[in-house]
């Protein structure tokens, strides 16, 4: 084996896409390599591997069989000191840094890459001439790989130079080839003085920063790769199914594999990526002014020990970001962006490039006053190519990382609200959103646990999720199984539990239904679902309180088109608001009517309610606007000499009944025929003010008032009132109990 003080052994990689003339190159190199008397040049060609391994060429077997045998002759090469030249196409960048730095060899090597500039239109003719033909769309894809003006072929991936070949221009590629290589010393010389003064560090190659800039990238989207909910599971599979197991760095590498290429996927330096970006600030909303650390350069295999900028036993380029000072100032601005994501002039004229250089001009490597050239030269070549900005997108708004979108008092804003979500509203979502929440606040040093809420919710649910069941779709995993459901549109099978609270109509035992969306209603939780009727395409919508049911099935074979699911939720939707509550009665021909986009059919099916105000009762039923639909409510207008004010746009249409009365105000609403017949909402708005309204249709419901009085005197007449509350006339009484509500 070569010493470690040997020059470095120049083996050389062919590029450019299929029939561009490769092969024909790399014989023609071959006898230049090696003098008279020396063992002659490897020649390493991927088709020739090929069929080796699987008897054709043709035969496009698994790659890492061919790249196994590839890397081991190259290896035994280089050990015996032969030049080698590797004739594939070489097409992406992650291809050629498998060879050039992510392989690690037995002695130095100087990379020289052949890039063949050979025409597109050129190719596909010398392809159609060619024995075992190459699809047309794969040499289209390839060519326009090498074209990528960030992506493209580059000394800074570890080549010690270049050379660019027209094949289309020489009649015999030997004198040009001897020229070339006659020319390498001088130009490699040139290539590295202008390196001489660069200050190198741990991620000064290519392969290295490239996989710390992903690995950002990708954390930036999914932080700690979790996937707890339903949406970025899905996403994360799509990328790696089943996910990966292992700790985050083992994790993060499967991912930047798939995605980048196998030669960004190494989980000790992705490690070692991590703790690095721990320590400088960007895992963490810690202080944003400390500088950003090189990394240690380390010492390359064939130094002794000693570092150098020699890394991997390769000898060749390096990005601009290989230069400590030009690293520090990128990574401060990104780490900049990361933090405030949204950052931009508040004063009128400024630029963005001149607010973001004096937003970080404090921290000592940032940029400097006057440079926003290379400022906007540096976002160009960082934030558009590796995916931190929209390539389309305009500069004033911003540059944006993935899930980074608020501030630490916003985010503190946002703790408030899923925390009373959790608690008092206790939806099972907000709670474990509530605790992976309070670990990243924490871990990003964002405290909120000391401040007291400005907003609140009186309501809280009467479930305590900590009390039922533990498989009822009020359990926290439970809800997530059912969240998924209706992301996925699945049919899932329900159980109701017998000996649950009732009412008349309630569905009872197995249900199968396509579930739509969970609502907090009143006092709990409560799942709305589509009945599955055989043979129909719409099925009764109705709804059930989660503690009630039971996940019994996912029915992983039924899904629908989600142009159907969204049709079932954009009636779900017209039930609602006409509805004013979450019961829909149990007629589907009603429903129907009543989610029609047409007016007129839901104005033949909608019923009247009329009822009359005492002053005291309608001064709070006019409050109430939206309590059910505006177009379908009417209010009384007011009565002459009366001073309280409304808006000229409320519904007050109705004439007032005499000024005498005991209940001048009329009110009209227009109903769904389910909601005046049997609605709790209904009833416990309506009855709740007892003497302070009058009925007046439909007749029905006055009975039913009146009867429910009846039955509660039935139980309650026999006790004799205080003398505190007898003082107190009903009206009175109904009255102080309202401005209490």
């Known amino acids: 084996m070569p010493s470690a003080t040997a020059a470095p052994l120049r083996c050389h990689l062919l590029i450019g896409p299929p029939a561009s003339g490769k092969t024909t190159l790399a014989r023609a190199l071959a006898p230049l390599l090696t003098a008279s008397g020396e063992p002659p040049a490897l020649l390493l060609s991927t088709d020739a591997i090929r069929a080796e391994v699987f008897g054709d060429a043709a035969v496009q ?105 027209v094949p289309t221009h020489h009649d015999d590629l030997e004198p040009l080839l001897a020229a070339e290589l006659a020319a390498l010393d001088r130009r490699i010389r040139s290539a590295r003085a202008r390196e001489t003064h660069w200050q190198l560090h741990g991620y000064s190659r290519l392969l290295d920063l490239e996989r710390l800039l992903f690995l950002i990238r990708l954390l930036s989207r999914y932080p700690e790769l979790d996937a707890a909910d339903p949406i970025t599971r899905e996403q994360l599979e799509a990328i790696v199914s089943p996910l990966p197991s292992g700790d985050l760095a083992e994790r993060a590498a499967a991912f930047l594999g798939r995605l980048h290429g196998e030669c960004y996927g190494e989980a000790g330096a992705i490690r070692a990526d991590l703790a690095w970006l721990e320590a400088n600030g960007f895992c963490f909303c810690g202080d944003s002014l400390a500088p950003i650390r090189l990394a240690e350069l380390p010492a390359a295999p064939h130094s002794g020990g000693i570092q150098c900028g020699i890394q991997g036993g390769v000898h060749g380029g390096h990005p601009p970001m290989g230069d400590g000072p030009v690293f520090q100032r990128v990574m401060t601005l990104l780490r900049h962006f990361l933090q405030v994501p949204f950052d931009r002039p508040a004063e009128p004229g400024a630029t963005l490039h001149q607010h973001l250089i004096a937003a970080t001009e404090s921290i000592p490597g940032a940029y400097l006053p006057g440079e926003t050239a290379t400022l906007r030269k540096d976002l160009e ?32 804003e946002l703790h408030n609200v899923v925390r009373q979500a959790a608690g008092r509203l206790a939806d099972p979502a907000a709670q474990a959103l509530l605790a992976e929440l309070d670990e990243r606040l924490g871990w990003a040093g964002i405290s909120a ?56 109509g309630s569905a009872e035992g197995e249900l199968r239904v396509w579930p739509l969306q969970l609502i907090f209603h009143n006092v709990g939780w409560y799942l709305l679902y589509e009945d599955d009727q055989i043979g129909q395409e719409q099925g009764l919508i109705r709804s ?15 899904r629908r088109s989600p142009e159907l699911h969204a049709a079932a939720l954009s009636r779900l939707e017209r039930l609602l608001h006409h509805s004013g509550g979450i019961y829909f009665g149990g007629d589907l021909e009603q429903q129907l009517a009543i989610a029609s986009p047409s007016a007129q059919r839901r104005s033949q099916l909608l019923a009247t309610l009329r009822f009359c105000c005492a002053p005291w009762a309608f ?70 003010f007892g003497g302070g309204i009058r009925l007046e249709s439909p007749d029905a419901l006055r009975q039913e008032l009146v009867q429910r009085c009846q039955e509660a005197i039935g139980a309650n007449g026999g006790r004799q009132p205080s003398s505190e509350a007898s003082s107190l006339s009903p009206g009175s009484r109904s009255a102080n109990r309202m401005r209490r509500d």
């Not at 389309?392 to 979108?405: I, M, S």
Request: net charge positive; charged share 20%; hydrophobic share 45%.
């Open 449 to 504: 646990d000391d401040l007291a809420p400005v907003r609140s919710y009186a309501r809280h649910a009467v479930v305590d999720t900590a009390l039922v069941r533990r498989d009822s779709l009020a359990v926290p995993r439970q809800a997530e199984a059912i969240e998924a459901a209706i992301v996925a549109h699945r049919r899932v099978l329900l159980e109701r539990y017998p000996g649950v609270g009732s009412f008349a």
């Open 619 to 688: 001064a709070f039923i006019r409050e109430g606007l939206q309590r059910y639909p505006i177009e379908h409510t009417r209010f009384s207008q007011p009565l002459p000499g009366d001073r309280w004010w409304h808006h000229p746009n409320a519904p007050h249409v109705l004439q007032p009944g005499a000024a005498n009365s005991s209940h001048p105000y009329p009110v009209e609403l227009d109903l769904p025929p389910w909601t005046v017949a049997a609605d709790i909402d209904l009833r416990s708005w309506l009855f709740a």
């Open 544 to 558: 059930e309180r989660l503690d009630r049911l039971t996940l019994r099935r996912r029915e992983t074979g039924f």
């Open 61 to 165: 077997g698994p790659w890492i069989d061919i790249q196994q045998r590839l890397q081991q002759r190259l290896i035994e090469a280089v050990a015996a000191g032969i030049p080698v030249i590797i004739d594939a196409t070489h097409a992406r960048r992650p291809w050629r840094l498998a060879i050039t730095q992510a392989l690690l060899l037995p002695a130095p090597v100087e990379w020289i890459g052949w890039w063949l500039y050979t025409p597109l239109p050129t190719c596909l003719e010398w392809n159609r001439q060619r024995e075992r033909q190459v699809p047309e769309a794969v040499i289209q894809e390839m060519a326009a790989a090498l074209a990528d003006p960030h992506f493209g072929p580059s000394r800074a991936e570890g080549f010690a130079a270049i050379c660019a070949v």
């Open 381 to 412: 070549k960082v934030l558009t190519p590796y995916g931190f900005r929209n390539r389309h997108d305009n500069v004033r708004h911003g540059y944006c990382l993935g899930t980074a979108v608020l501030s630490p008092p916003r985010l503190r």
